[in-house]
């Protein structure tokens, strides 16, 4: 059974910065695919980041892009996601996602569908 927690979200004002990390027990990050969604209350889950198998490209909501930077931590089995110029509209719970199959890669890997196994997520609050 492969589980994913996150961690490291919490309360920080506008313009500020956090970290939040993806770890998985019962298999090793280092050659699958993950995705980073959020989801604000009455609203959707959206899409933030990706990063691939490989590690080598990572794909970035328009949102986003700029702010955020998804990255691998091999040593740790982790995959981090750094938010910098945080904003209220950031606000949300945050969930990382990795598919069954190793190497997997392509595809609408911005979907929910594209994600077989999905962390409990962690709550990330901006204030204004």
């Known amino acids: 059974q492969v589980q994913l927690v996150e961690s490291g979200g919490g309360l920080v004002q506008a313009g500020g910065s956090l970290r939040l990390s993806c770890a998985a027990s019962?298999?090793?990050?280092?050659?699958?695919?993950v995705g980073w969604f959020r989801q604000a209350p009455g609203k959707e889950r959206e899409f933030v980041a990706h990063?691939?198998?490989?590690?080598?490209?990572?794909y970035y909501a328009d949102s986003v892009k700029g702010r955020f930077t998804i990255s691998r931590d091999n040593a740790k089995n982790t995959v981090d996601l750094q938010m910098n110029s945080l904003k209220p509209e950031d606000t949300a719970v945050y969930y990382c996602?990795?598919?069954?199959?190793?190497?997997?890669?392509?595809?609408?890997?911005?979907?929910?569908?594209?994600?077989?196994?999905w962390g409990q997520g962690t709550q990330v609050t901006v204030s204004s």
């Open positions: 996602a990795a598919p069954a199959r190793a190497a997997k890669s392509g595809g609408y890997f911005y979907t929910r569908s594209w994600y077989d196994y």
């Open positions: 990063i691939t198998w490989t590690g080598g490209v990572t």
């Open positions: 019962g298999r090793t990050l280092n050659t699958y695919a």
